[in-house]
């Protein structure tokens, strides 16, 4: 901490310990389970359809708040669900219409892995307020504030609830004093509250004591905490954050729970017994809900997996996000790799700390992840992906520590480029006009919408609005007196076999790896 101003670098006192006022108050739980628990569990893979038997139930319960749209939900729907993500937000509103809805947003990514201008952050914005979304948790994978301002903004002119986040993770540079500081900014910049957003699971009780107390003496903001179980620290980190007056937790339903994902509601309430601050949410509501997601999570068994439904200390080690985890064993898989993953895993730290001690939430992590599985499989920095050589030079904001020095030489030489420093979403165009004139001329909606998904993930969009092909005609056979022996079958086609390995950006809207033939896709991820 050296050359930093010590905010909390003194034992507590009695005018540090939470207040009695927040001491009297319930704690306030807000359910995960129709967007990071299914992500982090099974690969963001649940239906609307699945979703809405539910929704009523939990909306009956007084939760503080239902996550149900954000993250990698929008590119789920687009992508593997055939749905339209605002269509799905629209219809979980109705269906629940008592409870705020929240989403995550990753500022000026959006929910991608590319900054975009502010014309269409600010549309995205209004339209998700309009669908029905009432708090907006809002991030930056570096915690950098010049990426987050636009979507604040945007989330106050359109009279909803900006949540600030903090991404929390553990390096040199990373400390209570910093976060605090962080929420300071926050506060300034219009946020109506504050979320610690620990995506790995890796924060530890006591220091989830000290940053709330510190965030509550320094700002005058409600503040949240979100954790997974990865490493099991989760329920004992959320008791310490309740006794330190964190204003509310966010749990899920089992089994879209712990593990990867959050705590389970019941269990979390029962933790809480003889707690100046339990609630009691009604227990037979909360089993009708586990007994619905149990069919819901066998329906979708083949993107599950022991792995994520237990404890992992390894976590600790690797920071790598529960809704990652989720994914990365299966995509390893397909690269012929899944004996590497601990190698892989063990890479991740390295990277990690050449790229700036980066914190790994989408879209770093991914990005992180799948350089260090470049560096196994051709050694360090034979290959770089494009997305990590942009986090060095500056693309994607300001990085919490220096960049390897090495690395950065290196991927100047290669790219033929200089870093850049300042906000990277101000050498950007307004795109909203040219956005309308692309689906016009392709003959799709044009609504800001539309705009803003096409933004994102063009080709998705446009196959979603695809019209099915016309069934094939049934052909007519007609019996000649002699029948005519049929052809001989044509000889199989010879197997086409690629070798080459490319990484890109398909579209500036997917992190995509290409090896020996086999497509990786990094997109699922919190």
Same mark, same amino acid.
């Given at each position: 901490?050296?050359?930093?101003?010590?905010?909390?670098?003194?034992?507590?006192?009695?005018?540090?310990?939470?207040?009695?006022?927040?001491?009297?108050?319930?704690?306030?739980?807000?359910?995960?389970?129709?967007?990071?628990?299914?992500?982090?569990?099974?690969?963001?893979?649940?239906?609307?359809?699945?979703?809405?038997?539910?929704?009523?139930?939990?909306?009956?319960?007084?939760?503080?708040?239902?996550?149900?749209?954000?993250?990698?939900?929008?590119?789920?729907?687009?992508?593997?669900?055939?749905?339209?993500?605002?269509?799905?937000?629209?219809?979980?509103?109705?269906?629940?219409?008592?409870?705020?809805?929240?989403?995550?947003?990753?500022?000026?990514?959006?929910?991608?892995?590319?900054?975009?201008?502010?014309?269409?952050?600010?549309?995205?914005?209004?339209?998700?307020?309009?669908?029905?979304? =009432?708090? !907006? $948790?809002?991030?930056?994978? #570096?915690?950098?504030?010049?990426?987050?301002?636009?979507?604040? &903004? +945007? *989330?106050?002119?359109?009279?909803?609830?900006?949540?600030?986040?903090?991404?929390?993770?553990?390096?040199?540079?990373?400390?209570?004093?910093?976060?605090?500081?962080?929420?300071?900014?926050?506060?300034?910049?219009?946020?109506?509250?504050?979320?610690?957003?620990?995506?790995?699971?890796?924060?530890?009780?006591?220091?989830?004591?000290?940053?709330?107390?510190?965030?509550?003496?320094?700002?005058?903001?409600?503040?949240?905490?979100?954790?997974?179980?990865?490493?099991?620290?989760?329920?004992?980190?959320?008791?310490?954050?309740?006794?330190?007056?964190?204003?509310?937790?966010?749990?899920?339903?089992?089994?879209?729970?712990?593990?990867?994902?959050?705590? =389970?509601? !019941? $269990?979390?309430?029962?933790? #809480?017994?003889?707690?100046?601050?339990?609630?009691?949410?009604? &227990? +037979? *509501?909360?089993?009708?809900?586990?007994?619905?997601?149990?069919?819901?999570?066998?329906?979708?068994?083949?993107?599950?997996?022991?792995?994520?439904?237990?404890?992992?200390?390894?976590?600790?080690?690797?920071?790598?996000?529960?809704?990652?985890?989720?994914?990365?064993?299966?995509?390893?898989?397909?690269?012929?790799?899944?004996?590497?993953?601990?190698?892989?895993?063990?890479?991740?730290?390295?990277?990690?700390?050449?790229?700036?001690?980066?914190?790994?939430?989408?879209?770093?992590?991914?990005?992180?992840?799948?350089?260090?599985?470049?560096?196994?499989?051709?050694?360090?920095?034979?290959?770089?992906?494009?997305?990590?050589?942009?986090?060095?030079?500056?693309?994607?904001?300001?990085?919490?520590?220096?960049?390897?020095?090495?690395?950065?030489?290196?991927?100047?030489?290669?790219?033929?480029?200089?870093?850049?420093?300042?906000?990277?979403?101000?050498?950007?165009?307004?795109?909203?006009?040219?956005?309308?004139?692309?689906?016009?001329?392709?003959?799709?909606?044009?609504?800001?919408?539309?705009?803003?998904?096409?933004?994102?993930?063009?080709?998705?969009?446009?196959?979603?609005?695809?019209?099915?092909?016309?069934?094939?005609?049934?052909?007519?056979?007609?019996?000649?007196?002699?029948?005519?022996?049929?052809?001989?079958?044509?000889?199989?086609?010879?197997?086409?076999?690629?070798?080459?390995?490319?990484?890109?950006?398909?579209?500036?809207?997917?992190?995509?790896?290409?090896?020996?033939?086999?497509?990786?896709?990094?997109?699922?991820?919190?």
């Amino acid at each position: 901490c050296t050359g930093m101003l010590l905010i909390w670098a003194h034992p507590l006192t009695i005018a540090d310990r939470p207040t009695l006022l927040s001491m009297a108050h319930p704690v306030s739980f807000i359910n995960t389970v129709l967007r990071d628990g299914h992500q982090s569990l099974a690969a963001t893979r649940m239906t609307t359809a699945q979703m809405l038997p539910a929704a009523p139930l939990l909306d009956g319960l007084g939760f503080g708040g239902l996550e149900t749209w954000g993250g990698a939900t929008i590119d789920s729907c687009l992508r593997f669900l055939g749905e339209n993500p605002f269509d799905r937000l629209r219809a979980l509103k109705k269906a629940a219409p008592k409870t705020p809805h929240l989403m995550l947003l990753r500022g000026q990514n959006i929910v991608q892995y590319t900054s975009f201008p502010d014309d269409v952050v600010e549309a995205f914005v209004r339209c998700t307020a309009d669908a029905g979304c =009432d708090i !907006l $948790r809002i991030f930056d994978a #570096l915690n950098d504030l010049r990426n987050l301002t636009t979507a604040i &903004r +945007a *989330t106050k002119a359109a009279g909803k609830h900006a949540r600030g986040e903090i991404c929390y993770t553990t390096s040199p540079v990373h400390t209570i004093d910093a976060f605090v500081k962080m929420g300071i900014e926050l506060e300034k910049l219009g946020c109506d509250s504050l979320g610690i957003k620990d995506m790995s699971g890796v924060i530890a009780p006591r220091v989830a004591y000290d940053l709330v107390t510190a965030l509550k003496r320094h700002t005058k903001l409600p503040v949240s905490i979100h954790t997974h179980d990865t490493a099991g620290f989760a329920g004992a980190t959320y008791l310490a954050a309740i006794d330190a007056g964190v204003d509310s937790i966010e749990t899920s339903i089992a089994p879209f729970a712990n593990g990867t994902g959050q705590p =389970d509601t !019941l $269990r979390m309430m029962e933790m #809480l017994a003889g707690h100046p601050r339990a609630v009691s949410y009604d &227990r +037979a *509501t909360l089993l009708k809900l586990r007994e619905h997601f149990t069919e819901v999570y066998k329906e979708l068994g083949k993107f599950t997996s022991p792995a994520n439904e237990r404890v992992d200390s390894d976590t600790l080690i690797y920071q790598v996000p529960g809704g990652m985890l989720s994914n990365f064993r299966n995509q390893l898989k397909e690269q012929n790799m899944s004996d590497k993953f601990e190698e892989v895993m063990r890479e991740i730290p390295y990277v990690r700390e050449c790229l700036g001690w980066i914190p790994l939430v989408t879209p770093t992590s991914q990005i992180v992840g799948t350089q260090a599985m470049l560096n196994v499989k051709f050694g360090r920095w034979k290959q770089i992906s494009q997305q990590a050589a942009d986090i060095a030079l500056g693309k994607y904001g300001q990085t919490p520590g220096p960049i390897n020095q090495d690395l950065l030489k290196l991927i100047v030489e290669k790219y033929k480029t200089q870093p850049i420093s300042g906000r990277p979403a101000d050498a950007l165009s307004p795109r909203m006009p040219k956005l309308r004139e692309e689906l016009a001329a392709a003959g799709l909606p044009t609504t800001d919408e539309a705009c803003v998904l096409h933004a994102m993930f063009p080709q998705e969009f446009a196959k979603l609005h695809q019209k099915p092909s016309p069934a094939p005609a049934v052909p007519v056979v007609v019996q000649t007196e002699k029948p005519v022996p049929a052809p001989a079958p044509a000889a199989p086609a010879a197997p086409v076999a690629t070798t080459t390995t490319r990484i890109s950006s398909s579209g500036q809207h997917h992190l995509a790896v290409t090896i020996e033939g086999k497509r990786m896709e990094m997109a699922i991820e919190e």
